[in-house]
Structures are given as C-alpha cells and as structure tokens.
C-alpha cells in the first residue's frame, strides 16, 4: 500500500502522531430571531461574554509566557465596555441579539483593521469572541478546539491565537495547519509549548477527521496511514534528539570544536529567567518594545531601567545584547508609533523613530545605561531597521557615548549590502531574518499565502546572510542571526556553514540547536551551506543541507 505524504514547513522539530481532531466549526447564525429590548439583550450579552472571558482566563491559568499573556487579553477583549455599547446600539434599532453581537464585532474589526499593525491582527481574537458568545447565547457547542479523550493531532486552516494560547501539549501531540509561515502566531505559540509544528501544508484540508497521521516537524511531512514501523523509527529519533537537547550543556561549539555562541530570545524578565534555566549562554535579542506594548505614555527612564534590570539580574554574568524599541508596523506602541501611515512596514519603523524623535531614542539607551551600572555581565545595545552607514554611524556614537558595545540589526537588504561599511561604526551585527525575508521579497511576513516566499531557507535569504557574514569576518566582528532561521536545528547549522558566530532563539528551541550543532563539523556545516545556496528553492535546500547534516 502506497503512503500518502504532504509537505509543509517544519517549524518545530518533534513528532506526533494520532488521529486528525480538527476546530469544531463557528455556530451557526439563527435564521430569526425575537427582537428583544435593548436592557435585556445587553444584559444577555454581556452575562455571555463574561462566561466566554472566564474560561479563556481560567484557560491562562494553565498557559504560561506568550500563550496566557494571548489568553488574558482575548479575555479582556471580551469584556470590553465599549463593545456592549455597540451591541446595545444594535438592539435599540430592533436586531436581534445573534445578529447584535456579529454586528458590533464587525464594526469593531473595522475599526482595528483601520489602525492596522497589531491592533489588526486583533481581529482574529475578535472573531473568536463573536464566535464563542455566539454560540453560549444559542446554547452551540463551544467552537475551538475540542479536548479529545486521545493524543490526537490537531489540522486547520490557520488556528486562532486563543485557540493555540490554550492547547494541552498531553492531548494535542502535533500541529498541522495548511496556512501560515515560520513566523506566524501559530508557529511561536507551538514553539513555545514545544509542541511538534508543520504549517502551510499541501492538500491537508482534504484529510479526513479521525484519520491517523504522523507530523514531522523536522521534515515537514504530515505522513497519512503511517506504517507502524516507520512511526517508531521516527519517534525513537525525536526521543533521541529530545533527550540530545535535555542533556545540552554548551557552550555552543560544532562536534570539532568550532566555537558558535547559542543565545535566547527574551521579552521580560519573566522570559530571561526561563532562559536561564537553560545553558544558553546569554540573551542574542531582548525585545523591550514588547513589555510598552499596552503603553499609552512613554516610560520613564526609571521605570523602563527598572525593566532592563529584571532581564540582566536573570542572565546573571551572561551577556544580553538588548534592542532599542523596535515600534511601528507588525508592533505598534501608541506612544512612539506614527498613526495612520498608509504602509507601516515601509514607514517610520524601529530606528526610524529614534531619528526622527532623538529624545525618545536618549532616554531609552539612558535607561540601558542606568541599568547596566549594576549588571554583572556585559550589555551589548543594538538598533532595529538600520538601513544605511550614516544611521549606524549616529547610533554606534550614542551607545559608545554611554560606555556600552553598540551594534545593529540587519533587516533590510540595503544594509546587508553595505554591512562592511557598518561595521565600521558598530562592534557587531545580528541578522533579522524574518524581516530582512519580507523586505528582500517583497512579502508580508504575517500573509499566510506568502510563506514561501518569507521561507528563511531560500537560497537568496541565504546568500545575504553568506555576504554579511564575510564582512564580519574580515571586520573581525560577531555576526549574530536572531530571526526564527536561529530555531531550526539544521538551517542553524547552514548559518553557521555562511560564517554566522552566534544563533539566538527561543528558549525552548535554543537547546536543540546547540545540541544539533554539536554533532556535525564545521565541514559539513559548510557543505551543508554550499548546497542550501545552490537550490532553487527552499525545499531543495533543505533537502541538500540535509544530506551533509545527516
Ligand atoms: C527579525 O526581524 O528577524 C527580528 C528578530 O525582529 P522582529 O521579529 O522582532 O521584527
Ligand atoms: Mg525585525
């Protein structure tokens, strides 16, 4: 019998395997329903949304990081004043309730849909709202997804972020999703749970409930009707590979003694302290616009101090290299972000904003600053979206200024082209790949329908890291990459074939890296490298690298 076998991209390594459970399907819409007045309708309402935010809340409890900070503000979301308001708006003018509430989330996305950036990709949550309320008011089976009584492997579309914020890694041993990128809420949510992933899968939504597959994170593949056999090899090999990251002591160095510092990426000093647990040998990208994102008023220089100093005092005599606010387009923070630009991932983005408000730029390095008076081990500053020498230049002058080592992100194909010459202001640079992939295709990297393109193993993404990497090395200065291309095991063992000196992911990916790199040598790494750039495209990259991997 033939096996069946669809591709996708693996993004976190691991295999699952079980029966296909997918999202129970939005609630139906009544075809009439009895008008009722206004007080009683918004009271309904308003009792139904407070159900639906106590369980995903109750749900937070049992998530942690990323997956209950998503939980906690869908639940809040739910609660929102303003939205009864806009449900009552509704039955005042004689809707019924059903239709009420799908209104006002409609209106609602809208308004989020015109403030774009992260206020945009809020709509999912607000579609799940709508959703579950829905089906509370008419007595609907909660939609999402279900609590099978089986390891069972969880098939979609694109999950909902507070559907994969609330997954149980004991029920749902694998995710497939036959949308979404290396980068999308999906893909950082299953990292985070350690959860095996393979998204943007071919044909998967013709696989039936119930049937039994096998998801190959590493691979990619989602393997129907797996012989037995086959199935027990491959997970003999993830188990190998687990206990290979579980036992990973680093420092990070290839099996012949190549040395490669393995790094985390934090967002708080919750996050650093995690990632201490581990033997990651310091923070490659701390993302402090990510703790201001609920701001409405910039920090002072004390209170955002007081921030810095959680992440330095966790990582102890660890280095962080910590990124000035990366604010603007995917991620706005209202008191530093441009409103109503008509494409805010080309518009005054990340550094951008520093040169245009240098105050905002002084009193955040003046924070750093401050907090590296007292912490034990080095600080490395560096800047988002530098795009030319001369803004390296006045970047790398203020960070010296203030005693720290400066550096910059390499995200935007202009500077990859001109690293040589950035590195001559800046101590060392760190790559972005996932934007420096959506700048140097011209693809959205939160666009499902674009993740082949935003694949961080394209040859040509590749081949601009390949050229950075030589203007370190002749620089003698660290480049570093921090995108998610630094979670994968062997793509992490093709960058450091291109020359990279450090790999920074998240914690729950960083081990597996060092542990992979620390089988194969600096030959086969370059091997590996040789055949990644010589592909015509992601999959046979991965397919060449891997033969030199093993
Ligand atoms: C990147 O672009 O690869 C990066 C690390 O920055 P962020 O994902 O925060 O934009
Ligand atoms: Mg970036």
């Avoid at 919750?270 to 701001?295: C, D, I, P, S, W």
């Avoid at 011209?442 to 601009?464: G, H, I, Y």
């Avoid at 370190?472 to 570093?480: E, L, S, T």
Wanted: charged share 20%.
């Amino acid at each position: 019998m033939s096996t069946t076998v669809l591709h996708g991209n693996g993004v976190v390594p691991g295999i699952g395997v079980g029966p296909v459970v997918r999202p129970m399907p939005r609630p139906e819409l009544p075809q009439h329903e009895e008008s009722l007045d206004a007080e009683t309708g918004a009271e309904r309402f308003s009792a139904a949304a407070a159900l639906v935010a106590d369980r995903l809340a109750a749900r937070a409890e049992h998530a942690s990081g990323a997956a209950a900070d998503v939980l906690r503000a869908t639940s809040s979301l739910a609660r929102d004043r303003g939205l009864v308001e806009l449900v009552r708006t509704r039955l005042t003018e004689g809707s019924g309730i059903c239709a009420s509430t799908a209104g006002a989330i409609e209106e609602l996305s809208a308004m989020f849909a015109a403030a774009g950036g992260l206020m945009a990709e809020r709509i999912t949550d607000l579609e799940d709202i709508r959703d579950r309320v829905i089906a509370e008011l008419t007595g609907q089976p909660e939609p999402g997804i279900p609590m099978p009584a089986v390891a069972s492997v969880l098939c979609a579309g694109d999950l909902a972020p507070a559907d994969t914020a609330g997954l149980d890694p004991a029920a749902i041993v694998a995710i497939a999703t036959s949308l979404g990128g290396a980068t999308s809420h999906t893909t950082i949510i299953a990292r985070q749970l350690g959860i095996p992933c393979v998204v943007g899968t071919d044909g998967l939504d013709d696989v039936a409930d119930g049937t039994a597959v096998l998801v190959d994170g590493s691979t990619g593949e989602v393997i129907l009707d797996p012989d037995p056999d086959l199935a027990r090899e491959r997970q003999d090999a993830a188990a190998v590979a687990r206990e290979a990251a579980a036992t990973w002591r680093g420092p990070g160095a290839t099996a012949d003694g190549h040395a490669v510092e393995i790094l985390a990426n934090v967002q708080d000093g919750a996050g650093a302290r995690k990632a201490a647990e581990t033997h990651v040998q310091g923070v490659g990208l701390f993302r402090t616009e990510l703790g201001f994102l609920e701001r409405d008023v910039e920090p002072t220089v004390e209170e955002q101090a007081a921030v810095y100093r959680e992440v330095f005092a966790a990582m102890g005599e660890r280095k962080v290299v910590i990124r000035t606010l990366d604010a603007g387009s995917d991620k706005p923070v209202s008191f530093a972000t441009i409103k109503d630009e008509p494409n805010p991932a080309l518009g005054v983005r990340g550094m951008r904003l520093g040169l245009r408000d240098e105050g905002l730029m002084d009193r955040q390095l003046d924070a750093m600053a401050l907090a590296a008076e007292e912490s034990p081990g080095p600080v490395w500053v560096m800047a988002p979206m530098v795009a030319a020498e001369d803004e390296a230049e006045w970047f790398g002058a203020k960070v010296r200024k203030r005693g720290l080592t400066p550096g910059v992100m390499i995200e935007v194909p202009s500077a990859a082209l001109h690293a040589d010459r950035i590195l001559r202001h800046v101590d060392f640079v760190s790559i972005g790949t996932n934007d420096l992939s959506q700048y140097a295709f011209a693809a959205d990297r939160m666009a499902p329908s674009l993740a082949r393109l935003t694949d961080p193993w394209q040859p040509a993404l590749l081949e601009l890291i390949q050229r950075v990497a030589q203007a370190g090395h002749d620089a003698g200065k660290p480049v570093g990459v921090c995108g998610e291309a630094a979670a994968d095991p062997q793509l992490g063992c093709v960058l450091v074939g291109l020359g990279v000196t450090s790999l920074s992911a998240a914690a729950t990916a960083a081990p597996l890296v060092g542990a992979t790199l620390s089988g194969v040598t600096l030959r086969a790494c370059q091997a590996a490298a040789q055949a990644a750039l010589r592909a015509k495209g992601p999959a046979e990259a991965r397919e060449g690298a891997a033969e030199h991997l093993g």
